[in-house]
T-cell receptor, first 112, second 112 residues
Framework: DTAVSQTPKYLVTQMGNDKSIKCEQN?????MYWYKQDSKKFLKIMFS???????INETVPNRFSPKSPDKAHLNLHINSLELGDSAVYFC???????????FGPGTRLTVL | GDSVTQMEGPVTLSEEAFLTINCTYT??????LFWYVQYPGEGLQLLLK?????DKGSNKGFEATYRKETTSFHLEKGSVQVSDSAVYFC???????????FGKGTLLTVNP
């Protein structure tokens, strides 16, 4: 049983397109996160939701819009994709803030 | 704000060598400290953690001790294996911090 799952695993698209990445966790956690990992492996938090409520928004361009339909899901929609959006995006979840987080396998986004 | 500094990589070792990856932190309050590992092509996995000063986290032969006096959480392993090749991230969270703050990651390559 996969604890935190993401789809798709790979996403290749053209500049200017809109795309979504889905995340689901079956751990019963209240808090979910999106991270961006660049080509140098630097990991930066983008958003955090607690019980479907946005808690952290780390100065991410408003082209990125997270949506949490329920506690178990946190999707990421990206409008007008740019070359600099190419990265690996990780979803994670935890029971409460700031403690052990469980990560999904990542979605490698390539913008051409 | 909170920050984590870990030694720059890459680190290349021969099998059975001793490993140390240094990590120091700056934080307000009393954070928990973590080491995460990312194997090639995968998401992050929690390797070990410590929640208070002088705690020692250990897992799979890796150890790290929470040293409040030196604000450090260095990762050690007595005898590395080829299968330990991965990127290692030091992180802090909890306390007054509502998110995990990651170091920049250290790439470890173990040669047979």
């Amino acid at each position: 049983d996969t604890a935190v799952s993401q789809t798709p695993k790979y996403l290749v698209t053209q500049m200017g397109n809109d795309k979504s990445i889905k995340c689901e966790q079956n751990l019963g956690h209240d808090t979910m996160y999106w991270y961006k990992q660049d080509s140098k492996k630097f990991l930066k938090i983008m958003f955090s939701y607690n019980n479907k409520e946005l808690i952290i928004n780390e100065t991410v361009p408003n082209r990125f819009s997270p949506k949490s339909p329920d506690k178990a899901h946190l999707n990421l929609h990206i409008n007008s994709l740019e070359l600099g959006d190419s990265a690996v995006y990780f979803c994670a979840s935890s029971q409460v803030f700031g403690v052990e987080q469980f990560f999904g396998p990542g979605t490698r986004l390539t913008v051409l | 704000g909170d920050s984590v500094t870990q030694m720059e990589g890459p680190v290349t070792l021969s099998e059975e060598a001793f490993l140390t990856i240094n990590c120091t932190y700056t934080a307000t309050g009393y954070p928990s400290l973590f080491w995460y590992v990312q194997y090639p092509g995968e998401g992050l996995q929690l390797l070990l953690k410590a929640t208070k000063a002088d705690d020692k986290g250990s897992n799979k032969g890796f150890e790290a001790t929470y040293r409040k006096e030196t604000t450090s959480f260095h990762l050690e392993k007595g005898s590395v294996q080829v299968s330990d090749s991965a990127v290692y991230f030091c992180a802090l969270g909890g306390g007054s911090n509502y998110k995990l703050t990651f170091g920049k990651g250290t790439l470890l390559t173990v040669n047979p």
